[in-house]
Structures are given as C-alpha cells and as structure tokens.
C-alpha cells in the first residue's frame, strides 16, 4: 500500500487541533515541532533527526514554527510503507511571508527579514498543488480520515530473514568482508527505505552468532544513524543491549564510536561498519580504509544528510587506489515501502534529493563556456537549470543537503554565477555578501564578545588574524563551488572565481575570501587564483575532518594590507602553532598552507645557527643540541624563504613533522620510507648538508 501526505494549510491553532483530533488512537506517531497532543511522541522542531532510523505509522511536521527541509526528507523517510505524512502549513497565500525561525538562520547580521526571499516555500507551495496523490485541506473542508493502512510487509521467507533478494544480496556482501580476504571492502548503496543499514546489523547479527567476530565497530555521521545497525544486530542473533552505544550477543561486542576515535584507535576489531558514509567526511573515510582491514560502508544515493552521489565520484578514486578489489552492492527493491510510492517521489522532487549534473553526450568547447551572475528568481522559473545547478554541488560536496537548497534561494546575502555551456551547466559558485559593519562592532567581533551571524570571513581576520578593523570592510566570501565531473581541471573553476573576484571589485569590497577543509589539491587551486592563507583552524571542522584554512585576495590597498598582515602573522607564528594546536595537521597541508601565506617568512639564519647545523650535518652533533638551529630551518623551508634542494627535496615533510611538530621517530621514519631512528636521522643529517651547500 502506497503512503498518504495530508497537508492542513490554516493558521497553526486549527492546524494543531484538527491534526491532533483526526489522530487514530492507537497509532504509531511521532510529532515534530510544537503542540503534540497528550500521549504521543514529540520532537523538538530542531531535534528531528531523533527520527532517523523509526519506522512509524504518521509522522506529524508542524511548519507553523519553521520549516527546516531536512526536517522533511527525514519524515518522509520514517513513514512505514500504508503510512500518512502530515504537514501543518500556514495558509496558503500566507506561507511564503509568514515568520520563520529556519529562514532567519540564513539571513546575516545587518539584513531583515523583508530581505530574504520566500522563492523556496513558493515553489514548495507549487510542487504540492501539482502532485495529485497529496491531499490539501483547509479550514472550510472536510476533515480527513488519517487511519494508516496495513503494512504490505514483504514476505520474510528468504535466508537470514531478509525483505528482499537485494538484501540478502548486501547481508552475504558484508558478511563476505569477514570471511574472505582482508582488505576487500563492501561498498552498499540504496536510496532510504531499502533496508541498507538492516542488512549491516544482520549480517553482524550473522557473524556473531556463528562465532567468526567477537569486536565489531559501528560508527556513522552520529549515534542516532547507527542505532538501527545496532538494533538489527540484536535481534538477528538474540543479543542484549547495553545502553545505546553497544550490543552484547554472547561473548561478541558490537560497539558504536565516534568516526575520529575510530581513524586513530589502536585497538583492532574483527569488523567495521560505517553507514551513511556519505555524511562523513571523504578524507576521513579515508583515514578508516587505512586503519581498517576489514570494513563495510554503505551510503544513502539520495538522502538529505549527504549525497551518494558525491560519496561515489569523491571516494571511489581512493577505493581504487587502496583497496582495487572492493565491491560494489545496490539495494534497488524498497522493503519499508511499496515500490513508486507517491510520498517517496514527491519530496525527492522537491528537495531535489535525485538532481544530477546535466548529462553530455559531448564534452563542450570550455572557451565557448558563457560565466556569468545569475538572479536566483531565474532558477524559480527554470526547474531544469534549478536541478543541474543543485546536482553539480550535490556530486561536488559530500554534504549537500535540502537546507542548502532553501539557502540557494532564500538568502538575502548570496551571490550566484553559473557556467552554461549548449547542454546546459556546468560549473557554479555561490558566493556571501560580508562586512561592512561599524567601528564598535567591529572591535567588539575582534575582542571576541560578539560573533554577528553571517560575517564568517571578517570575524575570522579579526579574531585569528589579530585586524581589528577588517570587519569594516565589505567582502564577498564563496561559500560554494563545483565543476562538472567531466570538465574538471579544464580552468573553469579559475573562470568561476574570477567572476567573483569581478563582481567584488565592482561591489567596492575590499577583499574576496574562502574557508574550506584544507587538503594539499584545494591549497594548491586556491593559491592558483590569487588568494593567499590568513588563517588556520586550530581544531579540525566537523563538517570536513580537516583543519578549515582560511584564504583571500586583497582587492583594494586596504584589503591588500589585511591579507599580507595575516600572512605575516600566520608565517611568524608557525612554530608556536605547529608546537601545539596544529601538532597533528599533515606536514604536507602545513606546506601548502604556509607557502600559500607569503609572508615574510621569519628571520635568516645567523652565524651560530649556520654551524650548528653545519654540525648536525657533517658531524654527529647531537639532534637534541642543534634542534634550536632546526627549528629556525624549518621555519624557513615551510614558509618558503628557503627553497629545498638535493636530498632536502621530499624531507621537507618529515623536517616539519619532527621539529616544529614534535612528532615520534617512528613516524617521521615512515615519512622518510626507512626502518628506524638511526636511518632517520642519517637522513635528515644527509638532508640538512644538501640545503647548506
């Protein structure tokens, strides 16, 4: 049986009173947002991702108090297959204008409300007046019967008591991962409702059971993603929870932990499982192929957390490089639904959970690409362009989600470009209108007693870069870019932020910036544009599992002033924030980072310095009694003043992890691709005599 969506669309006291009356009593609810009646399940509206992972017979989504579009794509995934959606919307002709905390997010500080856009509840508002299976009610009609309808539950007569042969297909998958060779990962990937992460905790359910895993590690973007794995794990193989992180079933141990304890753990496991990797960072998973020598990932294609998509073309080239005999595990058959289910396609199509970059039969002459601003209101009207423009950024960045969409549309403060060839586009970038604010707010930002919303990149130069005045000037900082997969490396990114740079410069602002999870490709392409490093992030970002890194382009004399003074900043305080708060960023970012800074670089080398180093070289003066002299050397190399030479070249790296960032000789023998300390060291010895020479 297909799912039902019931939209009430009135003021929020009817919505809520009817809603509540109509409710069977005894149903499966959960309610997200304000005004749940007695007895049934409520979330907070900004805590609906508790819902991830149920599986019930109504969802309720009050909208009165803000509709947040990943809010949907998580309801809408719950909802059993028979099942209704109902959403509680303003009138109709009301919607778009009526207060909203979740737009306010996108709206910075220095903008109003009446500033941001209602674009995106408008074309909400159309894709439901347009989908016929969506039932629309208000005050003056009749009240619909929410009874849900029976769940037309596949028959569970295969092995393991799986729903589908696609399931079954992913259990032996995983369960192959264990019992085969190592280094053999599992890839699953499915849209939701298909039962990937039901196959996971089966299989190790599986696995326990028979006594070939006794360690099993789950983890996944949060807790509340892996409980499912964890709940199926227990009931394939009759384990006891022991509290929400962990599953006991017999002497076997599935455990929950966080992805970054899992990247560094030294404690082997029989398994790990990663599910919804596509809300993980791609360096990251990286980090967890290499610890990992048994591992099974799976990924939602379309979800609102993260694209499978942009998991697939960012991942996979490290797949193939690091584990060439992994396997691929398509989930095609739903199981928590009917197959064409109306709910399923009616909000892919509106959070354009399944957008793709347009497809080219023929790659275009990229001189021929037009660069050019976009209004947002020419996407509201251009559904095509609208989907090609969300699916090049749902391939180009992991976690693309529906709120990202409303920002796209909405925000007051964003700048759009496009690259449009004949078949359609093929690059964009986002970029956010910053600064400008007073003097005294200013010196507060700098002061670090206010953070005004939506000032990213003036309130880091303040804080980080020590310019109390780089608030007041106006910037543009891009927020987003993406290339077609197949034109990529084809200078149209350069063209992209050029046009930003252009636009800036017509704005008056003083500076173009960006922040992003810094790896060494990303350093390298941004310096290539002109900007340079001001700032880097003392912890790594959530979001991208790197230390964020933060680069601009001076576009006036004014602007100019405050890059060079962050860099010279950034380039004298290398030492001490590699000593300590950057010990463990990769001496090869460190590189590109502090070379892209150009800043002064530090002091030259003095006469004692010269012979001490000349006596670690050359002699065997004690590592210990010359690491004042190798500290000054590395901070030259690193920032540039110093360029390597003969054997120096590729030591760089294991120079700045061992003496600026204190790492152990084990590692920086493995930098050195040698067996111990004593090989290191001649190595560095040998190094360190090149350069001088």
């Not at 099993?216 to 993603?225: C, D, G, S």
């Not at 030294?266 to 398994?271: F, G």
């Not at 809300?279 to 979800?303: D, E, I, N």
């Not at 996979?316 to 739903?334: D, G, S």
Request: proline share 6%; with cysteine.
């Amino acid at each position: 049986m297909t799912r039902r969506t019931v939209v009430f669309a009135g003021p929020a006291d009817w919505g809520r009173t009817v809603a509540a009356r109509q409710l069977p009593a005894h149903a499966d609810v959960r309610w997200i947002g304000e005004g749940a009646p007695a007895g049934v399940v409520s979330h907070a509206a900004d805590a609906f991702r508790q819902v991830l992972g149920a599986t019930v017979d109504i969802v309720v989504l009050d909208a009165h108090a803000g509709f947040d579009p990943d809010a949907l794509g998580a309801a809408a995934g719950s909802v059993r297959g028979g099942g209704l959606l109902v959403l509680l919307v303003p009138p109709w002709t009301e919607w778009s204008d009526h207060p909203d905390p979740v737009l306010n997010r996108l709206i910075p500080a220095g903008y109003l409300r009446r500033d941001a856009a209602g674009r995106f509840v408008t074309r909400l508002i159309a894709q439901l007046a347009a989908t016929p299976d969506v039932e629309r009610i208000a005050p003056d009609d009749a009240l619909p019967d929410l009874t849900p309808g029976p769940w037309p539950a596949a028959e569970r007569g295969l092995p393991y008591g799986c729903w589908s042969d696609d399931q079954r297909q992913a259990v032996e998958a995983v369960m192959r991962v264990v019992t085969g060779h190592r280094r053999r990962p599992v890839v699953l990937r499915a849209d939701r409702g298909r039962g990937k992460s039901a196959a996971l905790g089966i299989a190790i359910g599986e696995l326990a059971r028979q006594g070939r895993v006794q360690r099993v590690w789950v983890t996944a973007p949060r807790l509340q993603a892996a409980e499912p794995v964890l709940r199926h794990a227990a009931a394939q193989a009759q384990g006891e929870a022991d509290g929400r992180r962990a599953v006991v079933i017999g002497t076997a141990r599935v455990e929950y932990r966080e992805a970054e304890t899992l990247a560094t753990t030294k404690t082997p496991a029989d398994l790990v499982v990663i599910d919804e990797a596509a809300g993980l960072p791609v360096a990251l998973l990286g980090r967890l192929l290499a610890a990992a020598p048994r591992v099974a990932f799976a990924t939602t294609v379309h979800g609102y957390e993260g694209s499978g998509r942009g998991f697939e073309l960012r991942f996979q080239p490290i797949l193939e490089r690091r584990a060439p005999q992994w396997r691929a595990v398509a989930l095609k058959t739903p199981v928590r639904w009917a197959s064409g289910d109306p709910l399923e396609a009616w909000v892919s199509r509106a959070l354009c959970l399944d957008a793709e970059p347009v497809s080219l039969t023929a790659l275009p002459d990229v001189a021929a690409v037009r660069v050019a601003r976009y209004d947002p209101d020419t996407l509201l009207t251009d559904e095509r362009r609208l989907r090609q423009v969300f699916g090049l950024l749902i391939a180009a960045h992991y976690r693309t989600r529906p709120l990202d969409l409303r920002q796209l549309l909405d925000a007051p403060n964003v700048e759009l470009f496009l690259a449009v060839a004949a078949q359609g586009v093929v690059g964009v970038v986002l970029a956010a209108r910053e600064g400008g604010l007073e003097p005294g707010l200013a010196r507060e930002v700098w002061a670090g007693r206010r953070r005004p919303q939506g000032h990213l990149l003036p309130q880091i130069l303040a804080t980080h870069a020590g310019l109390e005045t780089a608030p007041t000037g106006r910037a543009l900082r891009i927020l987003r870019i993406a290339v077609h997969p197949e034109l990529r490396r084809c200078g149209l990114g350069a063209r992209l932020v050029e046009a930003v740079l252009n636009e800036g410069k017509r704005r008056g602002c003083a500076l173009v910036g960006t922040s992003f999870g810094a790896t060494p490709e990303l350093v390298r392409f941004w310096a290539a544009c002109g900007l340079e490093t001001v700032a880097i992030g003392a912890r790594r970002d959530p979001a991208s599992g790197e230390h964020s890194a933060v680069m601009a382009q001076g576009l006036d004399r004014t602007g100019a002033g405050w890059v060079q003074a962050g860099g010279d900043r950034l380039g004298q305080a290398a030492p001490a924030l590699l000593g300590e708060p950057l010990r463990c960023l990769e001496p090869e970012v460190a590189m590109e980072l502090f070379a892209a800074a150009r800043s002064g670089g530090g002091v030259a080398l003095r006469d004692w310095q010269r012979r001490e180093l000349a006596g670690f070289a050359h002699a065997q003066r004690d590592y210990a009694v010359a690491l004042p002299a190798l500290q000054v050397l590395a901070g030259l190399l690193l920032t540039g003043a110093v360029s390597a030479v003969g054997r120096m070249r590729g030591c760089e790296p294991a120079l700045i992890g061992k003496v600026l960032q204190h790492r152990e000789w084990a590692e920086t023998a493995e930098w050195l691709g040698v067996s111990g300390r004593r090989q290191a060291l001649a190595r560095l010895r040998a190094a360190v005599a090149d350069l001088l020479e």
